[in-house]
Nanobody, 124 residues
Framework: QVQLVESGGGLVQAGGSLRLSCAASGRAFSTYAMGWFRQAPGKERVFVAAISRNGYSTVEADSVKGRFTISRDNAKNRVYLQMNSLRPEDTAIYYC?????????????????WGQGTQVTVSS
């Protein structure tokens, strides 16, 4: 099991940028695929982006392609989500998640460990 702690959320105007960070505990971090999900008020938690353990493979949701970029630094046990050109509809709690088998997937149920989330609010 890995402990995950997100940070970097906040309030930003539409068109602005934020960089989310997820810090992971444990030496096994470099063997996990990692993902970002988000949950808006009253809605289900949905996929945003994912990255393989070595960082060579990534996938993003259509709604964020060209605006959000996922990356990782295994030496620092961190995964990042760079968010540019933010829109009010990006407002949500953002969660990072770990898949222990290095499966890069959009499927929420295939992630084993979750952080507590960080709030992102985009004003119009």
């Amino acid at each position: 099991q890995v402990q995950l702690v997100e940070s970097g959320g906040g309030l930003v105007q539409a068109g602005g940028s934020l960089r989310l960070s997820c810090a992971a505990s444990g030496r096994a971090f470099s063997t996990y695929a990692m993902g970002w999900f988000r949950q808006a008020p009253g809605k289900e938690r949905v996929f945003v982006a994912a990255i393989s353990r070595n960082g060579y493979s990534t996938v993003e949701a259509d709604s964020v392609k060209g605006r959000f970029t996922i990356s990782r630094d295994n030496a620092k046990n961190r995964v990042y989500l760079q968010m540019n050109s933010l829109r009010p509809e990006d407002t949500a709690i953002y969660y990072c998640a770990a898949n222990r088998y290095d499966i890069v997937t959009m499927e929420r149920g295939l992630y084993d460990d979750w952080g507590q989330g960080t709030q992102v609010t985009v004003s119009s």
